[in-house]
Structures are given as C-alpha cells and as structure tokens.
C-alpha cells in the first residue's frame, strides 16, 4: 500500500510539473487547475478572515518568529531555522522552535482513544523532541527535521503538534522559553507573528506559478507582502537583480536578504567519522535521497567533485526500509561503487546497516549570508540586544 501511494504521488508531482506528456495527463492538469482556482479562493476568504479579526490570532506575549515559504517544499528552510536558533541561543535567548512534524508517525489509535477517554493530561502535551538537553524521541516519532534539528541544537526546546499554539503555551510554562521559532509557519495564522520570514529559492522562485493542487505554490505570489523579511535561498556570487524586481513588486518594505547552502564536510553515518569536501573528489559515488528538488543535491555533489555513477531519488520525506537499503547496497557493490552519498535530512531515516557494503556518507550544509549581512544582524539585534557571551566573558 505504502508502495502504491508513493508511486501515486510520484505519477501526480510528474504531471504537476509537466515532466509527463499525453492524454491522460492533460486531463489531470486541467482538473488539477479547476481545483486550484476554487483553493485559492478558500485561502484568500481565510487570510481576510483573519485580516477583518474574524477569526483572531493569539499573542502568547513574547517573540514569536516564523520561517516559512509561498511553495512546497525545497527552499531549504530547516538550516535557517538552524541558524536562527543557534545565534539567538548564542545571545541569550532560551529558544524553542514550535513544528508540526510532517511525516512523524503518530499514536496508535488504541493508545490516543484510551488517553482521551480516560483524560490524561499527556494527550494534551506536545511531544518533546529535545527539552534543551537531552534528545528524547527518534526520527520516526519526531519527524525528520524536527530530529535533525533537535541532533544539531543545545540549548533548544523542539516540540511538535499540529496546534502550535498550544505547545508555545507549553514552551513557556514548562521550559520557560521566551522566543518562539515557528518552523513552517507562513500560513499558519492561529499565533500571532512578531516577524514573518519568507523564503524563496532562486532557482524556482515561485514553483511552476500555479496554485495547489495544480502548481506548487500554497497561495498567491501578490500574498508576499505579509512578509518583513524575505530570504532567497541557493544564491549565487552575483546578485539576481530581475528576481529581486519581481519581488518588490508585491513587497516594497521587507529586508531582503540573499544567501548559499554551504556544504562543510561529510560525515560517515555508521561511525560518525568526518571528512573533509575534497573527500569525495573524483571518487566513483551513488547518490540517495528523498527530498522535494534531488537535483540541487545532486549538482551539489558533481560541483564538489564526486563522480556519480548513478542517482536514486524517492520521494519527499521518504523512510527508508533496511530492504531497500540492502538493495541499493549491493547494486553498488556490484558496479564498484566507493562510496554512497545522501543529505543530513535523509541519513535521519536511513536504518543503520553494520557493516555496509559501500560506506554512506551524509553532506552537512548550512547557511551563508551573500548579501544582506546588516539586515540579519539588525534583526537579531532586535530579538537579542545583547550577547550573552561577550557579556559573560566581560
């Protein structure tokens, strides 16, 4: 079943993108359009709903940041929650960063009735990714980047729930934190936002430009303009003036801040051993990953050097099972593969296999502001005027 859904999913991102020609997918494309035009309707009735005070969003009185973007998936949101986090820890801020857990796995049935009928009180608590110390569930129960954040951060409530007001609540009476990150929060109206961070990837700004389900995009591109700080995310050395332009157009006031994914080193996953970039230079490899754009992962390799035999790409989110992994171990052993070579997001749902055949290997990347450096140190200035550590060291 799992299987079938996958390969579904596959077949309708194909048609979406327009990578599947014929019949039957122009018919999908054009019912997929209708649906769209009536989605975007519903989004904008809900955002003028809220505007209007309608529906009301709740303040939790401290700063509530929110990351998020106009797309699906792909923009490389979670190493900016990283970094944002990580500096406001830095400055003395106790930080949790507030996510749904896409893809977690949830409760049992049996166990989430019994919690309700019963009231018990831990139905009502987000789960507890990290409490700033210690690591607290796997990637399976936690959700991939709330794990990966969680492994990366100390110092660092994470929690996940689908209703995020509640576990900002819980942040701050149970763990005393006093600045909220909401990861994936653009849309997620409901908590009050002190500021709006949007990213966007240059290299498919605005997806294929339609709306869901048709397209890729979560509303309309004129909806930018609730952002006060816009990210655009996979720069290059020089700036990307027309894009920028295009941006101004439905936001004339937001800081714009341009910035890479720069890759640091590899990291055995098995050992945890670190390697440096030159590591994988003309070395034959095999790429494996699950993630919305393999392609940006894959450049990334070639540009480092790594000679890739050849790719396999899942679907966003994908768990891998020890089978497949055994499989794609062996089918690299076969044709002399060195080495496998996956993301920091994947290798959280990679099953360790002992003893591989072919070593796997995880790129760790993380943020680098291009353009734009006194606008980010102004917002964290605003968040965090002091720093904590140039305090305790006077």
């Known amino acids: ?39 975007e309707h519903v989004v904008q009735l809900r955002l003028n709903l809220f505007r209007h005070r309608v529906l ?30 990580r500096e406001l820890t830095r400055r003395g801020r106790r ?82 934190c006093d600045t909220l990150l909401l990861d994936d929060g653009f849309q997620y109206l409901r908590l009050r936002h002190s500021y709006e961070i949007a990213l966007i990837d240059r290299q498919a700004p605005f997806g294929n430009r339609f709306i869901l389900p048709r397209g890729t995009l979560r509303e309309p591109k004129k ?74 992962f894959e450049d990334a390799l070639r540009k480092l050097g790594a000679d890739l035999e050849f790719t396999e790409a899942f679907t966003d989110h994908h768990r891998f099972t020890p089978k497949e992994i055994e499989s794609f171990l062996r089918r690299c052993g076969r044709r002399g593969i060195e080495l496998i070579l996956t993301t920091e997001k994947d290798a959280v749902r990679i099953p360790r296999i002992l003893d591989p055949e072919v070593p796997i290997y995880y790129l760790r990347v993380e943020i680098e502001i291009l353009r734009g450096q006194e606008q980010w140190e102004a917002l964290i200035h605003r968040l965090a005027p002091h720093d904590a550590e140039a305090l305790a060291a006077g």
């Not at 596959?10 to 494309?29: M, N, P, T, W, Y």
């Not at 609730?226 to 027309?242: G, M, P, Y």
Request: positive net charge.
């Open 1 to 39: 079943m799992k299987r079938w859904l996958e390969a579904l999913e596959a077949f309708a991102i194909d048609v979406i993108l327009e990578r599947r020609s014929g019949k039957r997918a122009g018919v999908l494309r054009g019912f997929l359009y209708f649906l769209s035009r009536i989605y």
């Open 56 to 85: 009301r969003s709740q303040s939790l009185g401290c700063p509530v940041i929110s990351v998020g973007n106009l797309t699906v998936g792909g923009t490389g949101k979670t190493p900016v929650v990283e970094m944002l986090a």
């Open 95 to 176: 930080v949790a960063i507030l996510t749904r857990g896409y893809k977690s796995v949830p409760k049992p049935l049996i166990k989430r009735l019994g919690n309700k009928l019963f009231k018990n009180q831990a139905v009502f608590a987000p789960r507890i990714v990290s409490d700033g110390r210690t690591l607290l569930l796997d990637s399976r129960t936690a959700g991939d980047e709330p794990f990966m954040l969680a492994n990366n951060l100390r110092g660092v409530v994470v929690l996940v729930d689908r209703d995020r007001v509640k576990s900002g609540y819980y942040a701050i009476q149970h763990f005393g």
């Open 223 to 296: 909806n930018l303009r609730r952002a006060t700080h816009i990210f655009v995310t996979k720069s290059q050395a020089e700036s990307d003036e027309s894009l920028i332009r295009e941006v101004r157009q439905y936001n004339r006031t937001a800081d714009i801040i341009e910035c890479a994914h720069r890759p640091v080193h590899f990291r055995n996953l098995l050992t945890g051993e670190i390697h440096p970039l030159d590591f994988v230079a003309g070395r034959r490899a095999a790429s494996l990953c699950g993630i919305a754009v393999p392609e940006s």
